[in-house]
């Protein structure tokens, strides 16, 4: 597609619910990152696919949170058991590979997240 | 670790007013830097970048200018307009893929008519 697709543009769960969040990324693009953007809190990056390759987790803040790629193409980030402080804008992102210092990093419009 | 600092906001100017959103940042080597705008209601849309030490970047009447001695890149726009009201994100990246950008918490700018 012509930019960072993220479906659904808003979601709200209750407490406990498990959530779902899918991004479809640029097409050609192997690098796929997704962040959050808390109020107040600028954005934290959660976790890095790059291909085939073993994504880079190190981001997650709890094993309620997981994400996967499928075919290298489109991801889908999950949230077990949904909190209140997971209330956030999940953004996801893409660039042509994994070392974007000389790739820009484009991303959607971001899911909007509430937990009530 | 990497990190970047930016003036925090809100920010209130008048139409036409210069503006200058200061970041600066630390990180290991020769990291590449970046001013990321959030619109009302929009994603994060690339602004501009610079590659190495001493490179402007620039857009829409927007400049920064990689200062490798004072670990800086404040963005600067000589004459701001409404359209500018929005939250502007100073990044960088260090390269190797894994950790993306590392971003500041963001600026709020209003201009007010």
């Known amino acids: 597609g012509a930019g960072v697709s993220q479906s659904p543009s808003n979601k709200v769960t209750e407490k406990g619910k498990d959530v779902e969040l899918r991004c479809d990324p640029i097409?050609?693009?192997?690098?796929l990152y997704w962040y959050r953007q808390s109020l107040g809190q600028g954005l934290e990056f959660l976790i890095y696919f790059q291909g085939n390759s073993a994504p880079d987790k190190s981001g997650l803040p709890s094993d309620r949170f997981s994400a996967e790629r499928t075919g290298g193409s489109v991801s889908t980030l999950t949230i077990q058991r949904t909190q209140q402080e997971d209330s956030a804008v999940y953004l996801c992102?893409?660039?042509?590979?994994?070392?974007?210092?000389?790739?820009?990093?484009?991303f959607g419009e971001g899911s909007w997240l509430t937990v009530v | 670790g990497d990190s970047v600092t930016q003036m925090e906001g809100p920010v209130t100017l008048s139409e036409e007013a210069f503006l200058t959103i200061n970041c600066t940042y630390t990180a290991t080597g020769y990291p590449s830097l970046f001013w990321y705008v959030q619109y009302p209601g929009e994603g994060l849309q690339l602004l501009l970048k610079a590659t190495k030490a001493d490179d402007k970047g620039s857009n829409k009447g927007f400049e920064a200018t990689y200062r490798k001695e004072t670990t800086s890149f404040h963005l600067e726009k000589g004459s701001v307009q409404v359209s500018d009201s929005a939250v502007y994100f100073c990044a960088l990246s260090s390269g190797g893929g894994a950790d993306g950008l590392t971003f500041g918490k963001g600026t709020h700018l209003i201009i007010q008519p």
């Open positions: 097409s050609g693009h192997t690098a």
């Open positions: 992102a893409s660039s042509l590979s994994g070392a974007p210092a000389g790739n820009t990093i484009y």
